[in-house]
């Protein structure tokens, strides 16, 4: 929907509906009641352009999948036997502008939470990060034809709470942890366009620091 010659406005969303159809035929077949997996998802997207030919886009993203297995325990009241579930949201905001001379200015923000879950009788298994990004980059790109120089550089980083529970009788000792991970990365790329042939080499290096414990530091030359 367009709601200014600057600014758009995306909705969309879906359903499954396997589960409408075969949880009635599974059931019929089991003394367990069957849950078909089921899974739905909604998108909201806001374009706008700004000033010196750049954009600004919002986007927000949902998405949840379910399936489970239920039954009854000895009071007779109904349990979950076997489930799994997964879901996610997300918030992110993209900003790029022309900074001038064939140079383009990208940043990129993202947050928001997942969790993935697997619930088996008395156990559950269960990640549930939360995670905000930040990608900031300077590029300018190569002729698409003939000769000519391009190149790219940026710092993309990652941070947030990891929290995880595995309980599951019979699988083992329970764990659990509750940390704050943070993970930054510089990166740098040009292009040489020579005809036919594009060469692209590249340096990236990263960080790891996941809790207290937890550090590292990787370093990655790569050429296309």
Not at 12 to 36: C, E, K, Q
Not at 198 to 222: E, K, M, N, Y
Request: no cysteine.
């Amino acid at each position: 929907q367009r709601l200014s010659d600057h600014t758009a406005l995306t909705l969309s969303g879906r359903r499954s509906y396997a589960d409408t159809f075969l949880s009635p035929i599974l059931n019929a077949a089991s003394d367990a009641t069957i849950r078909v997996p089921r899974y739905f998802a909604l998108q909201v997207r806001l374009l706008g352009r700004t000033g010196r030919g750049g954009t600004l886009d919002t986007l927000f993203l949902l998405s949840a999948a379910r399936f489970r297995v239920l039954g009854e325990d000895a009071d007779q009241n109904e349990t979950v036997q076997i489930g799994l579930s997964t879901t996610f949201s997300r918030l992110r905001m993209a900003w790029t502008e022309s900074i001038g001379d064939g140079w383009r200015h990208e940043l990129v923000l993202g947050a928001g939470p997942d969790r993935q879950s697997f619930d088996f009788e008395d156990g559950v298994a269960s990640e549930d990060p939360f995670t905000v990004s930040v990608r900031d980059e300077i590029l300018k790109a190569a002729p698409t034809s003939g000769l000519g120089l391009g190149a790219r550089i940026g710092t993309d980083t990652l941070v947030g709470r990891y929290r995880f529970e595995y309980a599951i009788p019979g699988f083992g000792d329970p764990e659990g942890a509750d940390v704050l991970r943070f993970l930054p990365g510089v990166y740098a790329e040009g292009t040489a366009r020579l005809g036919p042939v594009v060469l692209v080499p590249g340096l990236r290096a990263d960080g790891a620091f996941v809790g207290a414990a937890h550090t590292g530091a990787t370093i990655d030359p790569r050429l296309a």
